[in-house]
């Protein structure tokens, strides 16, 4: 098995004290990982103010009976492009299958279906993305920036944005209290 096959489907874990303070506490699914780079969507940290249905509406859409949930922010890059990370109950002509753990739509035809009641079952709506160059992220991992932890559904679709980074460290067996700030070289 590959790196870019590991990291696929896992969640991206921010080690405490890491190196970019953006990324502080950080949980990012892993979308695409390969010779080329890496794409990860976050999902621990939403934006203040910013709901759904007001992002429907920015873009012509009716929120007609869709929920008025947060928006994740997703990432640094490209902060102004949205990605629906979602249940695989539900797929499009652009959709990526981020196996075992979701799917990802960045078409504006899933903020439809989910709008008129027809789309994924399961899903959450981020900003912006996280993405390395070649090689970069598998840099940032051995300087201890990052873990990979098993992609679960459950801390996904069903625990808070702000519960997330421990969740899944604890789902890992990992106490995150227990994490220490700066490593060292033996």
């Known amino acids: 098995m590959t790196t870019a096959q590991y990291l696929s489907g896992r969640l991206l874990l921010a080690m405490p004290g890491m190196f970019d303070p953006r990324f502080e506490r950080s949980v990012n699914v892993m979308c695409v990982h390969d010779e080329n780079g890496a794409l990860g969507v ?19 859409i009716e929120p007609g009976d869709a929920p008025d949930c947060e928006v994740h922010h997703g990432g640094p ?12 109950d539900w797929g499009g002509a652009d959709t990526i299958e981020v196996q075992p753990l979701c799917a990802l739509s960045a078409s ?6 989910i709008a008129e009641g027809r789309g994924p079952r399961k899903w959450l709506i981020a900003l912006g993305y996280a993405g390395w160059g070649a090689g970069q992220l598998e840099g940032e991992m051995r300087q201890h920036g990052w873990h990979a932890a098993e992609g ?21 067996g990992i106490d995150p209290a227990l994490l220490a700030h700066t490593t060292g070289r033996a």
């Open 42 to 60: 976050g999902i621990g940290h939403v934006h203040d103010g910013v709901r759904f249905r007001e992002l429907l509406d920015e873009v012509g």
């Open 108 to 113: 504006i035809d899933i903020l439809r279906a």
């Open 77 to 88: 890059v490209e902060p102004g492009r949205g990605f629906v990370l979602h249940s695989r």
């Open 152 to 172: 679960q559904p459950e801390i996904l679709f069903e625990t808070a944005a702000d519960a997330r980074w421990a969740s899944t460290w604890r789902a890992e």
